[in-house]
């Protein structure tokens, strides 16, 4: 016979795993990791909603984080190489956030400019024709070739996604819009993030990632509620449902 895990139990894990998490609650997936407490244990039990646990324990929900730009990014790895005087691997950057979490994880760096190489190019690109950062621009390696580098674009390749997804707050029922390699990877990262379980609405193939983002992103921008979050009507996610390819 299955043990009932009590309520106060429950609410005295989010707590304690609340303070080994900097004073924030965990999500539904890593609670259940940590504490071995699966969501059955709960839902409809306790509470009808993740968010309504935490609240009860005294927090306040999680929320979407707001997106750091990827010239922020860009001028957090300069100023992690020129504090090296090296161009950072990622176990550099890891060590960096450590030390202060002015710098973004190094997964941030990893998902938004890509590889080791992409993010030379990035840093490269920024710093091109602008004489404060000739320092910098001496301290990356040099540029590899195509053919080093296997660039030979072929034909049919699809370098992307640009990805829906949902989760439910307060106010309603929000989507995320954003461009990844990998659409499962990005969901179970956010879900990470994230109270409730999100959703995954539709993904958009693409060979141009970063600019058909960036087209719904202007699309709906004056729905947008934080970062990469919208409130988006019903029209409005059909409207990106209908697209497979662009």
Same mark, same amino acid.
């Given at each position: ?5 009590? @309520? ?22 890593? *609670?259940? @990791? %940590? ?16 968010? =309504?646990?935490? #609240? ?37 950057? /890891? ?8 710098? &973004? /994880?190094? @997964?941030? *760096?990893?998902?938004?400019?890509? $590889? ?8 490269? !690109? ?6 404060? *950062? ?6 990356? &390696? ?15 390749? %699809?370098?992307?996604? %640009? ?5 439910? %707050? ?9 461009? #990844?390699?990998?659409? &499962? ?13 999100? =959703?995954?609405?539709? !993904?958009?193939?693409? =060979? ?5 983002? /960036? ?9 947008? #509620? $934080? ?13 990106? @449902? ?5």
């Amino acid at each position: 016979m299955r043990l009932v895990v009590t @309520k106060e139990r429950i609410l005295s894990e989010i707590r304690r795993t609340a303070v080994d998490n900097n004073n924030a609650p965990l999500g539904i997936r890593r *609670f259940e @990791k %940590v504490t071995g407490i699966i969501e059955s244990a709960w839902r409809g039990r306790y509470w009808k909603t993740w968010s =309504d646990a935490v #609240t009860e324990a005294g927090f306040e929900p999680n929320v979407p984080q707001e997106r750091i730009s990827d010239d922020e990014l860009v001028l957090a790895l300069i100023a992690v190489t020129r504090e090296l005087q090296r161009f950072p691997s990622e176990i550099d950057l /890891s060590m960096a956030r450590a030390r202060s979490h002015a710098v &973004p /994880s190094a @997964k941030r *760096f990893r998902i938004r400019l890509g $590889n080791h190489d992409a993010r030379i190019e990035a840093v490269r !690109a920024y710093t091109e024709g602008r004489t404060e *950062f000739d320092d910098i621009r001496s301290i990356l &390696p040099e540029r590899q070739s195509a053919e080093e580098l296997d660039e030979t674009p072929s034909a049919g390749l %699809v370098a992307g996604h %640009v990805y829906m997804i949902a989760t439910t %707050v307060r106010g309603g029922r929000r989507f995320k819009i954003g461009h #990844t390699a990998s659409v &499962p990877r990005r969901h179970r990262e956010i879900a990470l993030e994230l109270p409730e379980q999100p =959703d995954v609405i539709h !993904a958009i193939e693409t =060979d141009d990632p970063a600019g058909i983002e /960036s087209y719904w992103h202007q699309r709906f921008a004056a729905k947008r #509620t $934080n970062g990469e979050w919208f409130a988006l009507t019903a029209d409005d996610v059909r409207a990106f @449902k209908r697209r497979r390819f662009m």
